[in-house]
């Protein structure tokens, strides 16, 4: 079964940093793309960025480019967001997902972004 | 960057009646990578329908998915209680990006 765990949320003050870790399990991590998709409060799902399987290829919304980087460590099976110079627009639901034909998504962990 | 847009953005209706939510795009997406989501309140994403037409796992055979191009449908036949919520459509074929439409809230009438 296809799993996919979020953790490192939680409350951040305007201007610091935090990463997301997402543990996948059930499918061969390797060989597939991975993503962070987020969504505000009360708001519609918006895509994050974007990692290809061996990390040769990295894309950002325009919304967090320059201050979010996005990895991936495919010997722990582990997709990372560090998240730097964070806004309060930045609070939000992140979601780790899966690329290929069947995308498959965690349960989301909460950042928010509050003094 | 291909641009999603669903309607209606509200849709009433009531238990046992046919829902249809239509996604459209801005520019022609590859069938392969078009997805529709259920999404109730409190709760992830659900995956009902990859590759425009195929139901994901455990999905009830009341959801379909249809549509090529530009032009994308998601109906659900006989509308049951658990049903209404709020439904998104996906383009995950670019390699610069996913896109999400606005979503569709489908009510109680």
């Known amino acids: 079964e296809v799993q996919l765990v979020e953790s490192g949320g939680g409350l951040v003050k305007p201007g610091g940093s935090l990463r997301l870790s997402c543990a996948a399990s059930?499918?061969?991590?390797?060989?597939?793309?991975m993503n962070w998709v987020r969504q505000a409060p009360g708001k519609g799902l918006e895509w994050v960025s974007s990692i290809s399987s061996s990390s040769s290829y990295i894309y950002y919304a325009d919304s967090v480019k320059g201050r979010f980087t996005i990895s991936r460590d495919n010997a722990k099976n582990s997709l990372y967001l560090q998240m730097n110079s964070l806004r309060a627009e930045d609070t939000a639901v992140y979601y780790c997902?899966?690329?290929?034909?069947?995308?498959?998504w965690g349960q989301g962990t909460l950042v928010t972004v509050s003094s | 960057e291909i641009v999603l847009t669903q309607s209606p953005g509200t849709l009433s209706l009531s238990p046992g009646e046919r829902a249809t939510l239509s996604c459209r795009a801005s520019q022609s997406v590859s069938s392969t990578y078009l997805a529709w989501y259920q999404q109730r309140p409190g709760q992830a994403p659900r995956l009902l329908i990859y590759?425009?037409?195929s139901r994901a796992t455990g999905i009830p055979d009341r959801f379909s998915g249809s549509g090529s191009g530009t032009d994308f449908t998601l109906t659900i036949s006989r509308l049951e209680s658990e049903d209404f919520a709020v439904y998104y459509c996906q383009q995950y074929g670019s390699s610069q990006g996913y896109t999400f439409g606005q979503g569709t809230k489908l009510e109680i009438k």
């Open positions: 997902t899966r690329g290929g034909a069947i995308p498959y």
């Open positions: 590759g425009a037409s």
């Open positions: 059930g499918f061969t991590f390797s060989s597939n793309s």
